[in-house]
């Protein structure tokens, strides 16, 4: 079966090979991508997280329908009404529409993260700050959410790789990125497989050393903790 595929042809991987710029290109413009959507995302996340868990209730009400909704539609109808519902707003550029779109994705996911961390630590924390003379906000920036993101920086550093897999959608606009390279290169030699196991072969690449460090994380999390 693999002979008929042929996948160990090295005639067929030769093909490949000449169109390695392509694979660079795209593999850069993932992880731009990538870390632009994680860095708002992570704000985002931050913001709707501590908002889930205002004693006001159309604060939390915003908040609770934006992680709903977002967590429960696929991300590639999102994007889609993100790049095109809201085209004006670009003005041709494509890389804007993109990183929105993913990193309102990551958020909401972020958001849950960041509630989780927050209701993990002891309300005798915020107490003990509120005695020190601290207001209720001030309690939680400098008190409960240093505490609560060391406590989940291992799941928002998988949230990250998980985010580095989803960008591979916006290849669907066109976008160039690792996926996007992989359909150039298939086009261009007519070959199915081989291009994107090239792709494949860089995404594993770049997901598993960050693997390794989520693990490290843990690791040191449990033994602070």
Known sequence: MLRD???FDPL??????????NYIQGLGTTLVLSIAALLLATAIGIIAGVMRLSKRPYVSAIATV?????????LLVQLFIVYFGFAPLWKGNSFLPMAVGLSMFAGAYVAEIVRAGIQSISKGQTEAALSCGLTSAQAMMLVVLPQALRRIAPALAGQFISLIKDSSLVAVFGYTELTFAARKVTAATFLGLHPYMLAAVF????????SLVVRAIERRTRRIG
């Open 5 to 7: 595929i042929g996948l």
């Open 12 to 21: 067929r991987w030769q093909r490949v090979w000449p169109y390695m710029p």
């Open 66 to 74: 934006y992680v709903e909704v977002i967590r429960n539609t696929p």
């Open 203 to 210: 995404y594993l690449l770049l997901c598993y050393p960050l």
